[in-house]
């Protein structure tokens, strides 16, 4: 998916609890269709947690017989994507040849380093039937030494990754490790990623071993020093505080965070980098058709101007 800077004012929940360092409001988007896009990361008093530097929460939308989404390849560099979806299917192709149909609960993760471009798009069949689509898609920013990094792609289908559940919690570990286990995806930096639903009044423990860490709320409401909150938000909590939410109804939830990394990035459509030099010769690359195309795709989504 694409991103382009807005003008949004700067939004916050106020809070009380000492432990959180911010309560982000996502910012809603209709990108055409009835499709609705929450945007919690970049935000004007936050632009990462650990590497996470884009979080976008997509739907919930009912797409009708014979239509669907069709994000056009499009070009990235010095960012992992992952696409996580809760509701429906996108049909994943890659300039490296990776042809991929993304389905609920499965680990999509694709390293743009020096340079990738990629399709996002319905497939066929779900195309003909329509169908509900809700779900996340997030950048993380690769780390200094690792920016230029050849392309590559991981995918893990749901069942490939560990899941715990115990006392009315119920945790997908989708990167990183949590909860004691660690999941099967490869990373270049330290950073972990779970989806965690709770059962109405079960506390769920948010690790303290991470430098940085956030919960997305995608439904549901939680407490926190008797404080609640209810989705969507995004919640940043302080480094180092032991964490505990309690669900104050049945609540879906994202864990994500992991290592700062040693400075800010430059963000420009789907381009992330250390260097407004490396962003302007990526602009570059894609307006004289550099990037390598994707297969069996024959448009694209122009720079924009």
Request: contains cysteine; proline residues 8%.
């Amino acid at each position: 998916m694409s991103w382009l800077p807005d003008n949004d004012p700067v939004l916050g929940d106020v809070k009380s609890c000492d432990a959180l360092e911010l309560v982000i409001v996502p910012r809603t988007r209709d990108l055409g269709d009835g499709f609705a896009v929450r945007r919690a990361l970049p935000h004007g008093r936050r632009q990462m947690v650990g590497p996470f530097i884009f979080f976008d929460h997509f739907g919930p939308v009912q797409f009708m017989s014979g239509k669907g989404m069709d994000v056009r390849p499009h070009p990235h560099i010095g960012l992992a994507t992952v696409t996580y979806l809760f509701d429906g299917s996108i049909m994943h192709r890659g300039s490296e040849g990776n042809v991929r149909e993304i389905q609920p609960g499965a680990m999509n993760l694709m390293t743009a380093g020096r340079g990738i471009a990629h399709s996002e798009r319905t497939p066929d069949l779900q195309r003909q039937n329509g169908q509900k689509m809700l779900g996340l898609q997030s950048w993380i920013a690769l780390p200094a030494g690792s920016e230029e990094i050849a392309p590559s792609f991981q995918h893990y289908a749901a069942a490939d990754l560990p899941v715990v559940s115990d006392g009315g919690i119920t945790a997908r570990i989708i990167a990183g490790s949590s909860f004691g286990v660690k999941s099967p995806v490869a990373m270049v930096s330290p950073w972990f990623y779970a989806e965690v639903t709770a059962e109405q009044g079960v506390s769920v423990p948010l690790d303290a071993d991470h430098e940085e860490r956030a919960i997305y709320l995608v439904d549901g409401e939680v407490e926190i020093s008797n404080e609640r909150y209810e989705g969507p938000r995004l919640l940043i909590f302080r480094p180092g505080d032991r964490i505990t939410v309690k669900a104050a109804k049945p609540t879906r939830m994202m864990f994500l965070g992991g290592d700062a990394l040693e400075g800010p990035r430059h963000i420009w459509w789907n381009f992330v980098s250390s260097s407004k030099e490396r962003i302007e010769q990526a602009k570059q690359d894609w307006k004289t058709g550099r990037f390598a195309a994707v297969p069996n795709e024959h448009e694209f989504i122009p720079l924009p101007e």
